[in-house]
């Protein structure tokens, strides 16, 4: 009985490791394979728009709604202390640190992260994958490199288009709406926010992530089991995967850049 | 006789054999495929490989192909031991070979015009208006030129089926892998399919291997036939030795008899005890 449950999880354990590996050699030949210029800029400007420019909608209008909530949430607590003014400074590093670029991670995993897996999943199960392979077209630097450059070029331009229509939305409630003087909602914003501090380590942050979710996603995609049942489940685990991998990391990201550690 | 070739490898002239499988034994999980299997696919011929429904015809061309590997044996492709191949060299061995998939395999986001340009584009460098009488004249070969700007959904399967005949010998390969060509064809695209693997093959000079079900079509174009059949070969030889071998395996196989010794079921237990075992 020991035995047994010894050997189930020493067999986990070698599947986990063996699937760790797999992934870390994909992403190896995906990324550092020799890029050919004339071939794949096409397909990364492609993918480009597929991640990035698709994704557009669904950034702009989630960031301009937890802009306006954190305005209203923000100016509810500051009014008890008269500090109101204080809006601007509050809403943008709250945006620029924080929630500008996890959230924006968490909706681009949830939008471009599933397509991406399901899109991969769908070219293995109709052999398109192997078609490529069969003629002498490598798929990891076909397929698989424009996607993933796409993700990490895409997400950092998602996640300050999230803060900024953020801020801009928490100027129309905090200014237009509750009254706050607008001079001083910019004044303190623009004297609180450092560039090298906040609006630089918000772009690292986003970078790590994209570079976490799309590396996910394309990998459970070209791992993925080819049925439908076998796509399914790997969409869910790219959902799932990178939304931990998002807050987990970001909890370490926070903890090197602004925890003096 | 040996050579180099543009990747280094060293290529022999394998006594006329293109391709040379030895001992090759293949597991999928626990269940044989093949058991010290070994055969020989002569250059410049059409070779058909033939068996029941799950007897590893389509795994064999995948092995060859190098999407598979042997758990034990060897398989040459021009001299090359395809296993042993870097990831480099299988590219560049796999771009001198055209492999027709079962189920196509087209490129969803292309046309179908594309997608036999599609090898030319990455593979040569050659001007547009060349590419494009290339491409024309493929699909003309299998009937679909006026199909050239449909997209592989807008297809049937078997007009999808003849656009990836097209993309297979879009680039004249050395080695043309055709996995059951002549599925969901009708009467008259199947005749124009076997003349034209026949014509391609002697107009060429490339190897073919042809992997079907139907004896008929398939014995009409090919020099020599293998006949798979659990985990081994069951019989070879020109088509006319096979269609007449007494052999009880290949009679059963070749003239389509219900009753022999060539299983119609997978492997299971009694059907008595079976239904007899009830729910568990």
Known sequence: MVIQALRRVGSKGVSFLESFGASGMFLFHSLFAIPNIRNNFPLLVKQIYAVGVMSLVIIMVSGLFIGMVLALQGYNILTRYGSEQALGQLVSLTLLRELGPVVAALLFAGRAGSALTAEIGLMKSTEQIAGLEMI???????????????????????AVIFSSVGIWGASLVGVDWLGVYSGSFWANMQDSVQFSDDVLNGVIKSIAFGFVITWIAVFQGYDSVPTSEGIGQATTRTVVYASLAILGLDFILTAVMFGDL | MSDRDSSGIENSDNDGNFIEVRDLTFYRGDRVIYQNVSLDIPRGKITAIMGPSGTGKTTLLR?????LKPDSGTVKVDGKHIPNLTRKELFALRSRMGMLFQSGALFTDISVFENVAF???????LPEDMIRDVVLMKLHAVGLRGARDLMPSELSGGMARRVALARAIALDPDLVMYDEPFAGQDPVAMGVVVQLIRLLNDALG????????????AASIADYIYVLADAEIIGQGTPDQVLHSDESRLKQFMQGLPDGPVPFHFPARDLCDDLLAGVK
């Open chain 2, 63 to 67: 092995l060859i192909g190098g999407q």
């Open chain 1, 136 to 158: 002498g077209v490598d798929p990891l630097r076909r397929v698989i490199a424009p996607r993933f450059w796409a993700g990490i070029i895409c997400m950092p331009v998602l």
């Open chain 2, 119 to 125: 090898p030319l584009r990455v593979h040569t460098d």
């Open chain 2, 206 to 217: 490339h190897t073919s291997i042809i992997v079907s079900h139907d004896v008929a079509e």
